[in-house]
């Protein structure tokens, strides 16, 4: 498995694994029971408690900075947005009933601004940038597949959803800025698609609204103003070696 | 205004006074991951004094001659 995910120039380390377990164990236990759902934020959180504890010691200067940024980013974003919230409940016509929505978006948004950070730190926006797109596009191939798999014609034209994502991440391998402006204006695209829009509407986090703005156009706004930044020449060429240069 | 400064390194050059040495060899002999290696060799992270000294051990060098100080291009008005 360590070899295999290698290929792609990631080496997770044996507490990636056992905090990614914990975190799948966590997701399919609260089909069992809800109680369960502690386990992800131990998966989560837990290594990173453990390390600042110094009780594990898996990362060397460059890593524990990039993490503490990332961290430090995190409580920026969940902190604005918390205060965001708190004044928008206390205004009286807010549209939001129940406490759980409220509280997994701010969830949804210390996991997200964490990993982008961690991401874009260690990798740099490049291939930050192309590594969300490649996601995108295998997560809308097996939805698309799981969706039609009885006929063989809709799972062609489904699966033809996932090429402008690998199509943006070959782009934004050669010609960053303009992957910039096409990841910007296909996040502004969906977000009309989809009618996001209507966060600003009378129910802002029905249906998951907020959470599908931060996971999906999220990543896409993220990767396009990092690619715009011109941060894109400073980037891990992957798993291929540096060689010495004179 | 003050002048700014950036750090050049020379790191590169040194790996390959050493005999090619990859940036794997030397983030496991320096206790560190290729991944910073990589990172410092493109200015993306500045080490701390200790790992930059360990560094220029293995590497046969001196710190100075690994990192030195440059004014900004543009900015040199002082």
Redesign the interface.
Known sequence: MARFLARFGWRPTRTTFVAGALIALGVVLTGVSWGFFFLVGLGMLGPGLLRELGWLKDQDEFQRQAARRAGYHAFLATGLLAFALMALLRTGEHGIKEPEPVVSLLLVVLWFTWVLSSLLAYWGPRRTARTILVTFGIFWLIFSAADSLHSLPMLFMQSLVAVPFFALAYVAGRWTRIAGVLLIASAAFFFYYFGLYEIFGSAPLAIGRGEVIVLFIGPLVASGVALLSGRGGNDDPGEREQGPSQ | MKPKYDIRNEL??Y??KAG?????ELADRV???R??I????????N??VG?ALRIAKVLGATIEELFQLEEEKGDRNG
Do not use: N, W
Request: no cysteine; glycine share 8%; aromatic share 4%.
């Open positions: 590169r050059l790996r390959v090619d040495m990859t940036q794997q206790g560190a991951t991944q910073t990589m990172s410092i060799e493109k200015g993306r992270y080490p701390s790992l």
